[in-house]
């Protein structure tokens, strides 16, 4: 039995933008577990707003590495890791989740979606981001965006020109779905401001509007709201949801922020149980982290998985992309190769 890395510098096609920062290259490390001959890999994706980079990554996959023994034991794996970082580490944890959940699925010959006995059904169609930039370029890149066939559009926001912004984008797209991700950016004020004019120009739902621990306001905010609200940085933990349930009208889950897909696989059943819409959605990463995300997705309202379609150099290939349509993966494990 080995566990190996690699940490790979990945890189966007155009730099990407948010409320907190524009970058263009992402480190991303690849775990593969090796046992009698059959491979499972994972895809550690850092992320510095949850505490991890580069760096975190590299330091703890050693400690946490040696949680990873027996690939069938997935409840030994889960208190493994949460026995040596209690609440820290997601990305890690589910690159590690991952290659277990890949090594058992390539060991029947099965995707890791059959292995879980999940629903065959289609998967939503994905939004495509349009990152935070100057209007011009954001203008540019929804033209793209439309022209390569992408009907539905995730949009950043996070500044003062966000009415600006909007009213331009659906002028460049007039019956695309709008999707509103402010990134936790807003004020209170500026939010109840924004309200009428994600009405005006027919936004589908604003993902995480208000500062991530911020539920009192998120919970006035939907009240006031005819356009759905939807968390996503004030989701850590699977325990996190039964919280939310009180201010948001849906979640976004990402492997990578949660520990893996078993711990989105049970948040995603407890949202439903608290009556909330679902959204699987992705860091940037490569197609092997968003194959992981695609596996479930199908249980989801929504798809939030164009992570791997923002790269210039993407590592793994094997996902099949019709505009913003993802076909259900259907090789063995996780269903992408390297090179």
């Known amino acids: 039995m080995t566990l190996t890395w690699e940490t790979l510098d990945l890189h966007t096609a155009q730099p990407f933008g948010i409320a907190r920062w524009t970058h263009s290259v992402y480190p991303r490390t690849i775990v593969t577990f090796t046992r009698d001959g059959i491979v499972g890999r994972g895809e550690a994706a850092p992320n510095a707003f949850y505490g991890e980079t580069r760096g975190t990554v590299e330091a703890v996959l050693p400690l946490l590495a040696e949680a990873l023994t027996d690939p069938w034991d997935w409840d030994g794996l889960r208190a493994g890791l949460s026995a040596r970082m209690p609440h820290d580490h997601p990305s890690v944890k589910c690159a590690l989740e991952m290659a277990a959940l890949e090594w058992c699925a390539a060991s029947v010959g099965l995707p890791v979606w059959k292995l879980l006995g999940l629903s065959p059904a289609p998967l939503p169609r994905s939004s495509y981001t349009v990152s935070l930039a100057g209007l011009d370029d954001m203008r540019r890149q929804t033209r793209e965006a439309v022209a ?18 909007l009213e331009a984008l659906r002028e460049e797209a ?74 948001f009208d849906g979640v976004n889950l ?57 790269l210039a150099d993407d590592p793994f290939s094997g996902l099949h992309w019709t505009a913003g349509d993802l076909a259900r993966p259907q090789g063995v494990g996780w269903g992408v190769t390297r090179g």
């Open 254 to 310: 990402k492997l990578a922020k949660l520990g893996g897909p078993l711990q989105a696989l049970a948040a995603l059943r407890l949202a439903r149980a608290h009556g909330l819409g679902v959204m699987m959605g992705c860091m940037i990463e490569s197609s092997l982290g968003i194959s992981a995300a695609a596996h479930l997705a199908g249980l989801c309202d929504w798809a939030d998985l164009d992570g791997a379609l923002l």
């Open 148 to 165: 390569n066939g992408h009907t539905v559009l995730k949009v950043k926001l996070g500044t003062e020109r966000d009415t600006a912004i």
């Open 174 to 247: 007039p019956d695309v779905a709008l999707r509103v991700d402010a990134n936790a950016a807003w004020t209170r004020p500026q939010a109840k401001r924004m309200l009428g004019v994600l009405d005006a120009v027919r936004v589908e739902f604003v993902e995480q509007p208000l500062a991530a621990d911020d539920l009192v306001g998120h919970a006035e905010l939907r009240r006031l709201s005819r356009v759905p609200v939807v968390a996503d940085e004030s989701l850590h933990h699977v325990r996190d949801v039964i919280a939310l349930a009180e201010a």
